[in-house]
């Protein structure tokens, strides 16, 4: 061997060791895995294919591969790229050659349209660094401008299992996914210390940008996890619904029959107002095992996520009545909307379960933006060109039945089940709203009847059997038929072909 | 003192437990209706019911607490 065979063989082994022993020390009392033991986890055969930038600062002892490793390995055989902060050296914070190294791992998973893991545990950037790192056009900035630029094109998946604050909370935020570590995990823009400063407030990290934080109320993180493992489990997981880019469709997996074998009609109550847990109407629905929901634990009331339906997959957007009634609010909004965007940006087909009685009402939400975020998810609804089929499980009023991609919004089939019943407004509510007047000016003794009988006639002329000769809705399907009639749509529908508009960008409500 | 709270503004239905009555997380304690629907509150800690702060029919806002768990 050369000096220099021996010595490549020598910085080889150095760099891959990441930082020093102390440094692995603390993250094991964290539970902490090393980064280069999380891509073994996350790749397959634990094997990277290839690595760029290993030797970033390798003339200085301190900084191996300059706190991140970029390369590519495969997932289910599939390429993929990664950036893997190693917080045991400068507890992750990115210096310039990190960030060079982002800059080059993105432009090549652009160029090749792969999708991009992003496996963060950061303490941030180098602040001593920052003339190097942060303001120029191919420095700090610029990772965010090609997240955004790369997304929707491939898949970017971020696995958070330590801080990324301050600025690099921004890449959770523009990555499709973020899966939390709970304990470890954490973004935020300023510290405990720097916001009691400011605000004067005194409030642990955990509280402010802890990972259940962000998973139950901010709406940051996607999914919360107990462990590294379990991260990159559902990472994986979430990958398998995921085709390589935009061009490409999710890979068919076998049929499996419904989990559960409770018939759909037991699990419906015929009457509207009656709650009962759209999950297990989802159990006896879709392939077994194939479900995985996306923001669990934010905003309850809708339920979205990936299912099988005969192996193929599609996007659920389901109403919950057993929370909050099913009815649609600001942050349940948000989750639909980015929720539909992504099933449209990787031509995952869209499946709606409506049972809702509208958007919440009230002058608590209205000061919340309940109008225009409405009006985004109604959108993000309308310009999702995959295949797209509403079912009317239940109730479906107002502007809920535009949200749950009712007729008028491109759908390429609305589906009543013999329970379905669409109007402006329930019985009650519309009775209440157009004789108010009437009723009040009434005696008594005649109040009620006329309310019963003038329910009457608006439950006859809202009867979902009225609605389908009226072609509003294409057809009313027994329980029973249900899935294998969505079964055959899907099958044909996979070929649509479609464009929403043509502009430079829509100006809907954010 | 542990309390159940309700999560949106609405009126007290029925109550599914009483007080002395041991509740587990996630159970169904109470129900509200609200937006024309009858809407489950569960319990969000464990241990006994000790007192009800609102009663059938009485409007709850959102925050607004049902009863005290010890």
Redesign the interface.
């Known amino acids: 061997m050369t000096s220099n065979d021996e010595r490549l063989a020598a910085e080889i082994e150095r760099i891959k060791k990441g930082g020093a022993e102390k440094y692995h020390a603390r993250n094991r009392e964290q539970k902490k895995l090393f980064a280069r033991d999380r891509l073994k986890l996350l790749l397959d055969d634990g094997k990277i294919e290839f690595e760029d930038g290993m030797f970033a600062e390798s003339n200085n002892p301190e900084l191996p591969s300059d706190a991140v490793i970029t390369g590519v390995g495969r997932i289910f055989g599939r390429p993929v790229a990664f950036s893997a902060s190693d917080s045991t050296v400068k507890a992750g914070a990115a210096g310039e050659k990190s960030v060079q190294k982002n800059l080059r791992i993105q432009d090549m998973a652009m160029q090749m349209r792969i999708p991009m893991f992003y496996l963060i545990d950061s303490a941030g950037a180098r602040i001593t660094d920052q003339v190097r790192l942060f303001p120029g056009r191919n420095q700090g900035g610029r990772t965010f401008y090609n997240q955004i630029k790369m997304s929707g094109v491939v898949p970017q998946i971020s696995i958070m299992f330590g801080p990324s604050p301050a600025g690099a909370a921004y890449t959770p935020a523009f990555a499709d996914i973020t899966i939390m570590v709970e304990g470890n995990a954490s973004a935020y823009l300023g510290s405990p210390r720097m916001a009691e400063m400011v605000t004067r407030e005194m409030v642990t990290l955990e509280e402010m940008g802890g990972a259940r934080m962000h998973c139950t109320v901010s709406g940051l993180g996607d999914f919360l996890v107990a462990s590294e493992e379990e991260a990159i489990q559902v990472a994986r997981e979430y990958f398998r619904y995921m085709p390589q880019n935009y061009l490409g469709k999710p890979a068919d997996a076998g049929a499996v029959a419904p989990a559960s074998d409770r018939p759909l009609q037991d699990i419906v109550p015929q009457a509207q107002n009656r709650p009962f847990n759209m999950y297990e109407f989802i159990n006896s629905l879709v392939d077994g095992g194939s479900f995985l929901e996306i923001k669990k634990l934010f905003a309850p009331e809708l339920i979205t996520g990936f299912a099988r339906l005969n192996g193929r997959a599609v996007g659920i957007v389901a109403n919950q009545p057993r929370v909050k009634g099913g009815v649609l609010f600001v942050d349940s909004s948000d989750k639909g909307t980015r929720f539909v965007n992504t099933c449209n940006a990787f031509n995952i087909p869209l499946l709606f379960l409506a049972d809702v009685s509208g958007f919440m009402i009230g002058s608590a939400v209205e000061k919340a933006g309940i109008i225009r975020h409405g009006a985004k998810f109604i959108a993000a609804v309308s310009q999702a060109v995959v295949p797209k089929i509403s079912v009317i499980v239940r109730k479906c009023y107002g502007a809920g039945l535009y949200a749950m991609a009712g007729p008028a919004f491109g759908t390429d089939a609305v589906i009543a089940l013999p329970t379905a019943q669409i109007a402006v407004m329930g019985p009650e509510a519309a009775i209440n709203a157009v004789y108010a007047n009437q009723i009040a000016a009434m005696p008594e003794e005649q109040r009620e009847p006329f309310r019963k009988k003038m329910e009457a006639h608006y439950a006859e002329d809202i009867d979902i059997f009225h609605l389908a000769s009226e072609l509003i809705v294409d057809t009313i399907t027994p329980f029973e038929s249900l899935r294998g009639e969505l079964i055959a749509r899907y099958s044909i529908y996979q070929t649509k072909e479609a464009r929403f508009s043509e502009c430079r960008n829509p100006i809907y409500p954010v | 003192m542990k309390r159940v709270v309700s999560?949106?503004?609405g009126v007290i239905l029925e109550f599914l437990v009483k007080p002395g009555d041991q509740v587990a997380v996630d159970q169904d304690v109470v129900m509200l209706?609200?937006?024309?629907?009858?809407?489950?509150i569960q319990s969000t800690v464990a241990g006994t019911v000790k007192s009800f702060k609102v009663g059938e029919g009485d409007f709850v806002d959102?925050g607004g607490t049902i009863m005290e768990i010890e």
């Open positions: 999560n949106m503004a209706e609200s937006m024309k629907m009858q809407i489950p959102d």
